[in-house]
């Protein structure tokens, strides 16, 4: 099987377009090397809400320690640096384990599963939410959940957890002004690498939404490598392809089977993630000052 073939087998975007407005990775690009499989979980959490992407602890546990027993070892994000650079080759059973928003969920449910397998794992922080509710996202059912502080951060840095940037406040980066991106980003990497004393050089994209312009942003203001979600990849690495793990996920995400159908799903159920914003646009709308703009 041809590289690039396997690298879309692998991820996303095999069917259908990419959920999200038009994409950098749609122009051609000189090689398009294969990539691991790349799973973005969100929620870790016991507590249940309405929303799609919570995974209870024990189904987490039960996944990663299929994927174990199945002969999976993770990779650090340099190493996912030089497998999309063609620099290092994507040997089989090898995958990168991201989470976006930064849940303290994380902390309890997810990081010690992952230590006790050998496994690692990319966290991608809302840095103005650091040990914060997550005022920035819809209360389905009312409920909030709390982020992870940078003490927790640093702790588990200590123990082989990564950290990067998902923006300063989450917004939906193809609606906000140019400038509005270049603060986003600029500020949620210096304020990461000056809390957790390491270069920050990757981002995961606010609901996987990027075109050209943000990933140039990301370039401009330092950034080497973004992830966005349920779209396909074709060589850019700023560019690079998650599958989400959802509720109805299978027990062995991306694997397998089911992972054809896993992805048509995972591009309709990211595509409902516009509500999300269109909330807090709302939201925004209705707090500001009467007589402001
Ligand atoms: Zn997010």
Known sequence: MRDAERGMRNNLGVEGRPPHEPVASRIPHPASRALPLI?????????RELGVTRIAPRRFARQIERLARAGWRT???AQMEACAQGERPVAE??????FDDAYRGLRDHAF?????HGFTGICFVITDYAGKLNRWDVAYGGRRFAHLAWRDMRRW???GIEFASHTVTHPRLTWQSEHRVTVELER???????ALDVPVTAISYP???????EADIAVRTGYAIGFSLASRWSGNLLLLPRLPVYMWSPPTPGVGMLAPLERIGAVGANRCAVGTTLWQRFRESTSRQPGTT
């Open 207 to 213: 609901f996987g939404a990027c075109t050209d312009r």
């Open 39 to 47: 799973l973005c979980y969100h929620k870790v959490e016991r507590r």
């Open 157 to 159: 840095q200590a123990r």
């Open 75 to 77: 990779l650090s994000l």
């Open 93 to 98: 059973r090898e995958l990168l384990i991201t």
């Open 112 to 116: 010690p599963v992952l230590e006790a």
């Open 188 to 194: 949620s990497r210096a304020e990461l690498s000056r």
